[in-house]
């Protein structure tokens, strides 16, 4: 499921996977410039891989009108592009 935030507070990418575990999120940044500071406005969160498409989709629709986007955050079930198995140790 997709749910649309649209946050007005800056957030660390820290601050936001833990709010929002095991989910891939969609932020708006400031510049591209300020991608290195690992922080931003969150915009939406995907809950699972059925709305993937649809993060991707509101990313772009995003861009077009001119706004940074940055998408972090994982489903923790290794079903990224190239990710055969992740896992999440105890501490870290």
Known sequence: MLKILDEKILRTDSEI??????????????SYDKLADN?????????SEDSYDQLYEIRSRLMKEGKCCVIGGSYNNGGAVGVQYECKCEGQ
Do not use: P
């Not at 709010?19 to 940044?29: A, F, G, M, Q, S």
């Not at 922080?39 to 809950?47: A, E, K, M, P």
């Open 39 to 47: 922080n931003g406005y969150l915009y939406c969160i995907s809950t």
């Open 17 to 30: 996977e833990e709010l929002y575990e095991d989910c891939k999120y969609l932020c708006t940044i400031d």
